[in-house]
């Protein structure tokens, strides 16, 4: 039987799972991975999930940022057959240039990956919702799940 494979999930902004105000869950802190991470189940079919609180992203995620999670990926490399960095769509971009420079010749996939949607917090600090309306409707727990299977 083929074993279950491990992967860490490094939270750094850009967790909204869905846009309905008594609905939305977003990880702004270290506790709320759990929940997070409970309203996602259809992620233990795939691998074994385990997650790690680095930025909450309400904020400009930067050079900092992503060095904690290139370290933390380094740190724990052993333990885990793949990463999900969970970030920001705003810098994800810079994040992936970022992450490519300081994760360089690594044997295991590291996977960028962000909500479509926004929390109430991104709106109201005026960031734009996705440009495309089928990528809202496809549903951010999709998004993720499809993150996780890569």
């Keep these: 039987m083929a074993r279950h494979p491990s992967v860490l999930i490094l939270f750094l902004g850009g967790t909204t799972l869905d846009e309905r105000p008594r609905r939305v869950l ?7 991975i759990d929940g997070w991470l ?9 691998a074994s999930t385990a997650g790690v609180f680095v930025h909450n992203g309400l904020a400009a ?23 999900v ?3 920001q769509a705003a810098t994800l971009p810079s994040a992936a240039v970022a992450l490519s420079l300081m994760l360089r010749q690594l044997g ?19 960031w734009l919702p996705v440009a495309m309306p089928e990528v809202s409707r496809l549903g951010a727990k999709a998004n993720f799940i499809n993150a996780l299977q890569v």
């Design 26 to 32: 977003n990880v702004l802190k270290e506790k709320d």
């Design 38 to 46: 409970a309203q996602m189940g259809e992620m233990d079919v795939i």
């Design 61 to 83: 995620v930067g050079m900092n940022d992503w060095a904690a999670a290139a370290t933390l990926i380094k740190e724990r490399y052993s333990r885990y057959d793949g990463f």
């Design 85 to 87: 960095v969970v970030h």
């Design 108 to 126: 295991k996939p590291v996977v960028l990956v962000g909500s479509p949607l926004l929390s109430p917090a991104e709106r109201a600090a005026g």
